[in-house]
Nanobody, 126 residues
Framework: QVQLVESGGGLVQAGGSQRLSCAAS????????MGWFRQAPGKEREFVAG????????AYGESVKGRFTISRDNAKNTVYLQMNSLKSEDTAVYYC???????????????????WGQGTQVTVSS
């Protein structure tokens, strides 16, 4: 089992940047595919980015491609989400998630992730 704690959220101006971090407990962090999801008020939780166990493969949601970058540091049990060129529509609660199953591709399905953090609010002002 793994516990996830997000940090780094807050208020940022449109066009600005912000980096989210997700710290994981336990000694098996490197065995999990990690993902970031977000949920805006009144909307479904959507996939933002995912990264493979070793960090060599990544996947992104269409709305953030070219602006967001996911990375991980297995020595620090931490996954990051660097967000650039932020837009007002990026405003949401951002969640970190961990998937234990072995799949050929990074999953973009919420139901495939086994563990979730409590979320961190990101608000982009226009």
């Amino acid at each position: 089992q793994v516990q996830l704690v997000e940090s780094g959220g807050g208020l940022v101006q449109a066009g600005g940047s912000q980096r989210l971090s997700c710290a994981a407990s336990g000694r098996t962090f490197s065995t999990y595919v990690m993902g970031w999801f977000r949920q805006a008020p009144g909307k479904e939780r959507e996939f933002v980015a995912g990264i493979s166990r070793g960090g060599g493969s990544t996947a992104y949601g269409e709305s953030v491609k070219g602006r967001f970058t996911i990375s991980r540091d297995n020595a620090k049990n931490t996954v990051y989400l660097q967000m650039n060129s932020l837009k007002s529509e990026d405003t949401a609660v951002y969640y970190c998630a961990a998937e234990a199953a072995v799949r050929s591709l990074i999953s973009k399905e919420r139901k495939n992730y086994d563990y979730w953090g409590q979320g961190t609010q990101v608000t982009v002002s226009s």
